[in-house]
């Protein structure tokens, strides 16, 4: 089946790492999206991306970094972690043409 | 006043009941969107609609473009039903903006 993967699914790291999430489909995807996830909270956008060679910064891009190596991997990068970058992060595709999103099963990241 | 209201922010019911999950939101939009989440995170889309009304097995969803408003219905629930259920909205851009989510607990 076509998917969403992401690595790792957990980690635990220290304030001042750094840090990346990965994340790959095999859906054919252009458009590939990071958002976190805090309790109580709805998802917030990261950074997306509508192409290879179009990235944008989403609502809470401060601290992090993406790059978007190939139509089928976006990586997020926190260059020095902090603790309230503790959260789940999921990755998310969707077609060019479409409204839906096809998440991955998320990472959760804890920062001591 | 966030752009995506959800209600109730907790529910807990009895298996069999009927189930109303209600998601109003302040901006136009392109389609409104249906998630569910489980226990260990991941999120699958249940429903993407921009008008009208759309059933899968014992879950109906609805929309009133006129008022914002959608409604996430579930018929006899069942305990695996448990989740978060998030109302989420995209506009012109394609991109989402979510609720915060209902946590749906049903008890055996």
């Known amino acids: 089946d076509a998917d969403v993967t992401q690595t790792p699914r957990n980690r635990i790291t220290k304030t001042g790492k750094r840090i990346m999430l990965e994340c790959s489909q095999t859906k054919g995807h252009d458009r590939m999206y990071w958002y976190r996830q805090d309790p109580g909270l709805g998802l917030q956008l990261i950074y997306y991306s509508f192409d290879v060679k179009d990235i944008n910064k989403g609502e809470i891009s401060d601290g992090y970094s993406v790059s978007r190596q190939a139509q089928a991997k976006f990586s997020l990068s926190l260059e020095s972690a902090i603790p309230n970058q503790t959260a789940l992060y999921f990755c998310?595709?969707?077609?060019?043409?479409?409204?839906?999103?096809?998440f991955g099963p998320g990472t959760r990241l804890t920062v001591l | 006043k966030n752009e995506v209201e959800q209600s109730p922010q907790n529910l807990t019911a009895q298996e069999g009941e009927f189930i109303t999950i209600n998601c109003s939101y302040s901006v136009g939009i392109s389609a409104l969107h249906w998630l569910q989440q489980h226990p260990g995170g991941g999120i699958v889309s249940l429903f993407m609609?921009?008008?009208g009304k759309k059933k899968h097995g014992r879950l109906i969803a609805t929309i009133n473009i006129q008022e914002k408003h959608s409604s996430l219905h579930i018929t006899a629930s069942h305990p695996r039903d448990s989740a978060v259920y998030i109302c989420a909205v995209s506009g012109s851009a394609r991109q989402l903006t979510f609720g915060s989510g209902t946590q749906l607990t049903v008890l055996p």
């Open positions: 998310a595709t969707s077609r060019t043409s479409g409204n839906e999103q096809f």
């Open positions: 609609l921009s008008s």
